[in-house]
């Protein structure tokens, strides 16, 4: 009941019986199983392509984080970031998924592969003054140039501490690092924020971009993100691409990159490595991979 009223927006208190929380249990296993899962090298990192919207053409990937536990098969991000915020154990699951994507670029760069890795950044990183020294230790280990690391960080850790924030960021572009504000535009947003930081990449929240055809206001946020991101000097990308319909309001908007769906879901490591060998058919309703010349049908 503390637990949950600390993370209470707007009641700082809380009731609970033993019977309002039905998975307890299960996050206390979640918790424990964490630790094994860090041990024993159960976590693994995913990459979804980010997509040229005019030539089809793969520029990059996100890195997310996937977890191969031994009874419940892949488990998305949220169960894991649950478990390792109430361990306290989100600085070192943080740093782990970093290292990964170097490791990732390594082996990208080795096949003659160069595209840029995005990788979320948690509050507990942002505000360590040691993270600087990481990424120019984990870009020395695995011999990556950090023009092709991408730090992803949402807008409420953005509006948490200005000046920290600002700080960090600054040192952390001097790398050569690039900085994305994710799920821009999701929630209340201040956006008094874009001007003390320096981005590189806006990537405008999925929801406005998958329920584009439910109302002009969706189209109206992605219009004005553009601007913004112009008035910024900085990209915009999309997310939650699903179908064509999209892909050509986007383009009419003026969107050059995103990810989504119509593409490709996060794939591992050799699959990703094989899609950036061909080239996208995008059809009436979905997109595939050829190994022939780059078409766009539809």
């Known amino acids: 009941a503390l637990k949950q009223a600390k993370q209470n927006r707007y009641d700082n208190f ?12 299960r996050s206390i296993t979640l918790k424990a199983d964490l630790k094994r899962a860090l041990a024993h090298n159960e976590l693994e990192i995913y990459y979804q392509p980010k997509v040229n919207l005019h030539t089809l053409q793969i520029t990059g990937a996100e890195c997310l984080l996937r977890w191969n536990h031994p009874l419940d ?17 989100m600085h070192e699951m943080g740093y782990w998924v970093l290292e990964a994507a170097f490791k990732g670029a390594q082996q990208l760069t080795a096949a003659n592969i160069h595209l840029k890795l995005s990788v979320n950044m948690s509050p507990t990183q942002l505000y360590d003054p040691h993270f600087v020294d990481h990424l120019a ?15 992803e960080l949402t807008e409420d850790v953005a509006l948490s501490n200005s000046f920290g ?8 572009r001097a790398l050569g690092v690039s900085v994305a ?13 874009m001007r003390n930081i320096e981005l590189d990449t806006i990537k405008v929240d999925k929801t ?11 189209r109206a946020v992605i219009e004005a993100s553009k601007l913004i991101a112009t008035a910024a000097n900085c990209e915009v990308i999309a997310e939650g691409i699903e179908n064509i319909h999209q892909l050509h309001v986007l383009r009419e908007i003026g969107i050059v990159e995103g990810q989504g769906f119509l593409f490709s879901r996060a ?32």
């Open 14 to 25: 809380c009731y609970m019986s033993l019977f309002d929380k039905t998975d307890n249990s």
């Open 73 to 89: 098969g892949i488990l998305f991000p949220g169960a894991l970031i649950e478990a390792a915020e109430s361990y306290n154990m």
């Open 137 to 151: 230790r984990f870009a020395r280990i695995y011999a990556v140039d950090l023009k092709q690391i991408e730090i």
């Open 165 to 172: 924030v600002t700080t960090q960021l600054k040192q952390i």
């Open 181 to 193: 504000i994710d799920d821009f535009g999701k929630g209340y947003s201040n956006l008094a924020y």
């Open 208 to 218: 406005f971009v998958m329920e584009l055809g439910e109302s002009p206001i969706n």
């Open 267 to 298: 794939v591992p490591l050799p699959e990703f490595m094989a899609l950036t060998q061909q080239d996208f058919i995008v059809g009436n309703s979905h997109a595939r991979r050829t190994d022939t010349d780059n078409k766009l049908h539809g």
